[in-house]
């Protein structure tokens, strides 16, 4: 599995961007989906979650201003983060569990900075 992530860039506190993540290779293995983000000097923490049935979890920071999705058909999945804070400042990763071998897949990142 090879996940390819884009969307980052710069805006201000309380604009919007659209994460994506686009999947190839053992795609049809692919189960649960995640976006993790690391801040500098910080630990890779979890934002949000979704299963191959499309249910979602989110971390309690971004409850209620982020939203992920995932188009099959396309083998990506989103991150849509609304009314964005300087603390959202971070590398966002995609990463996908592959069921057949168990393991975790990543992608590269992508910078997203909220200037205030």
């Known amino acids: 599995v090879q996940l390819q992530a884009s969307g980052g860039g710069l805006v201000q506190a309380g604009e919007s961007l659209r994460l994506s993540c686009a999947a190839s290779?053992?795609?049809?293995?692919?189960?649960?989906m995640y976006w993790y983000r690391q801040a500098p000097g910080k630990q890779r923490d979890v934002v949000a979650t979704?299963?191959?049935?499309?249910?979602?979890t989110y971390a309690d920071s971004v409850k209620g201003r982020f939203s992920i999705s995932r188009d099959n058909a396309k083998n990506t999945v989103y991150l849509q983060m609304n009314s964005l804070k300087p603390e959202d400042t971070a590398v966002y990763y995609c990463?996908?569990?592959?069921?057949?071998?168990?393991?975790?897949?990543w992608g590269q990142g992508t910078l997203v900075t909220v200037s205030s």
């Open positions: 990463c996908a569990y592959n069921n057949y071998d168990r393991n975790y897949y």
């Open positions: 290779g053992s795609i049809f293995s692919i189960g649960a």
């Open positions: 979704i299963t191959s049935g499309g249910s979602t």
